[in-house]
């Protein structure tokens, strides 16, 4: 079998036809699975490359090829349809976040630390509560995105990776061992996070306001978690953040960074009047939802700010402030 032979106008049917029966019944019928990594893309829509090209095959041929007469990666599939002038884009989902590796912990935890069948009800839970976190646009999505044998295997790769566990472990991801090691040491701090992103992400979800957000750009290292970026959002309410600077300037006479003295107007004149950021004492994950008041902020500059939220887990309020006083000395 080759797909040498095949022409641009093979090509062109196979996406009529696709079109035609639509993505589902197209490779129902024609005896192919979903793509997972190369789709071909023509005005503004995605085919399943490989499916494509064995249909695209039988409009050349007679011969239709279905999924097991031939492979369908970069030097086959890829390389003819590239060679036809069609634009081929390479298409994994994304690797799983910290947030995402600490809900999939937490369900193989309440589990006895055994990992969990895809046809489990906690597993297509957590697929659908994953599924509907905006974190990952849609365009980086695969057709599998979080879905439940995606998320049955991340409870594998959990279960496996545990200290406990005596079989081979499977490799799994950048978060999976630093997650494990704390679900042992801190396991209820942990579990009291897990239920803080679980209901963060559920509010997300649900919430109204863009996530596309400048000010989050580069506050942790961490890929700007979910509770991070609603922690974030707390500290910026208009009305309230007003009244704490209100409250500092009558006390002080002047606003200025609690942390390190720095002084906005001080510095820009009256453009930096009234300058200043507010940071959050304490993390959701320790609060939970809870209504913030007035005296649950601190004013800090914007780089002790980032000092703050640039690596997990964020520096209190009280060891900023002993670092730049240590430091500051020296």
Same mark, same amino acid.
Request: proline share 3%; charged share 30%.
């Given at each position: 079998?080759?797909?040498?032979?095949?022409?641009?106008?093979?090509?062109?049917?196979?996406?009529?036809?696709?079109?035609?029966?639509?993505?589902?019944?197209?490779?129902?019928?024609?005896?192919?699975?979903?793509?997972?990594?190369?789709?071909?893309?023509?005005?503004?829509?995605?085919?399943?490359?490989?499916?494509?090209?064995?249909?695209?095959?039988?409009?050349?041929?007679?011969?239709?090829?279905?999924?097991?007469?031939?492979?369908?990666?970069?030097?086959?599939?890829?390389?003819?349809?590239?060679?036809?002038?069609?634009?081929?884009?390479?298409?994994?989902?994304?690797?799983?976040?910290?947030?995402?590796?600490?809900?999939?912990?937490?369900?193989?935890?309440?589990?006895?630390?055994?990992?969990?069948?895809?046809?489990?009800?906690?597993?297509?839970?957590?697929? !659908?509560?994953?599924? &509907?976190?905006?974190?990952?646009?849609?365009?980086? /999505? =695969?057709? @599998? $995105?979080?879905?439940?044998?995606?998320?049955?295997?991340?409870?594998?790769?959990?279960?496996?990776?545990?200290?406990?566990?005596?079989?081979?472990?499977?490799?799994?991801?950048?978060?999976?061992?630093?997650?494990?090691?704390?679900?042992?040491?801190?396991?209820?701090?942990?579990?009291?996070?897990?239920?803080?992103?679980?209901?963060?992400?559920?509010?997300?979800?649900?919430?109204?306001?863009?996530?596309?957000?400048?000010?989050?750009?580069?506050?942790?290292?961490?890929?700007?978690?979910?509770?991070?970026?609603?922690?974030?959002?707390?500290?910026?309410?208009?009305?309230?953040?007003?009244?704490?600077?209100?409250?500092?300037?009558?006390?002080?006479?002047?606003?200025?960074? !609690?942390?390190?003295? &720095?002084?906005?107007?001080?510095?820009?004149?009256? /453009? =930096?009047? @009234? $300058?200043?950021?507010?940071?959050?004492?304490?993390?959701?994950?320790?609060?939970?939802?809870?209504?913030?008041?007035?005296?649950?902020?601190?004013?800090?500059?914007?780089?002790?700010?980032?000092?703050?939220?640039?690596?997990?887990?964020?520096?209190?309020?009280?060891?900023?402030?002993?670092?730049?006083?240590?430091?500051?000395?020296?």
């Amino acid at each position: 079998m080759s797909l040498a032979s095949l022409t641009r106008s093979d090509v062109l049917a196979a996406v009529a036809e696709f079109d035609r029966l639509g993505r589902d019944e197209f490779l129902e019928r024609h005896g192919f699975g979903t793509a997972r990594t190369y789709f071909l893309e023509l005005n503004g829509s995605r085919y399943d490359s490989k499916a494509i090209a064995g249909y695209a095959h039988g409009v050349r041929t007679g011969d239709y090829l279905r999924s097991g007469d031939f492979t369908g990666g970069d030097a086959t599939v890829v390389r003819r349809l590239q060679a036809l002038g069609f634009v081929v884009r390479t298409h994994r989902n994304p690797p799983w976040t910290r947030d995402e590796v600490v809900l999939a912990c937490d369900l193989v935890r309440d589990n006895d630390w055994r990992w969990l069948d895809s046809e489990d009800e906690r597993v297509g839970e957590l697929s !659908e509560l994953l599924q &509907f976190n905006p974190a990952h646009p849609l365009e980086t /999505r =695969g057709s @599998d $995105f979080r879905n439940r044998n995606g998320v049955a295997r991340k409870t594998a790769d959990i279960a496996t990776q545990h200290p406990e566990y005596t079989g081979k472990p499977t490799k799994g991801g950048q978060h999976d061992r630093v997650v494990i090691e704390a679900f042992v040491s801190r396991p209820a701090a942990m579990a009291a996070e897990a239920k803080a992103i679980r209901m963060a992400m559920l509010a997300e979800a649900n919430d109204a306001v863009s996530l596309v957000d400048l000010d989050l750009d580069g506050l942790s290292a961490d890929e700007g978690a979910v509770l991070e970026r609603r922690h974030l959002r707390r500290e910026r309410d208009p009305r309230l953040r007003r009244k704490v600077i209100e409250a500092y300037k009558r006390q002080h006479g002047k606003i200025a960074c !609690e942390a390190c003295g &720095f002084d906005f107007q001080r510095t820009y004149g009256i /453009r =930096g009047a @009234d $300058f200043i950021e507010v940071h959050h004492r304490t993390p959701l994950h320790v609060s939970g939802p809870v209504k913030t008041r007035a005296d649950d902020l601190v004013l800090l500059c914007s780089n002790c700010h980032r000092m703050i939220h640039r690596t997990s887990p964020w520096l209190t309020v009280d060891d900023l402030m002993a670092l730049v006083t240590t430091n500051v000395v020296r």
